[in-house]
């Protein structure tokens, strides 16, 4: 799986509460990155559930299926 931040990105931080392990706050972008080129397999459930909770709709994933 890999995951994305879009520019869309709010800075509101809520994926970096939901899996602190996959994502960061940038402070110099002001908004959210992906730690992983690939997203290893036991943080796959959190980080669909942080981009269900987006509310700016930024987070887009690419599952490897």
């Not at 931040?5 to 960061?24: A, H, I, Q, S, Y």
């Not at 992906?34 to 796959?44: G, L, N, R, T, W």
């Amino acid at each position: 799986m890999k995951v994305k931040v879009t520019k869309e990105c709010m800075g509101d931080r809520r994926c970096n509460d939901l899996c602190p392990e996959v994502f960061e706050y940038d402070e110099d972008e002001l908004k959210s990155i992906v730690k992983f080129d690939e997203v290893p397999s036991e943080y796959y459930a959190l980080v669909r559930q942080a981009a269900e909770e987006c509310g700016a709709f930024a987070i887009e994933i690419e599952d490897d299926n």
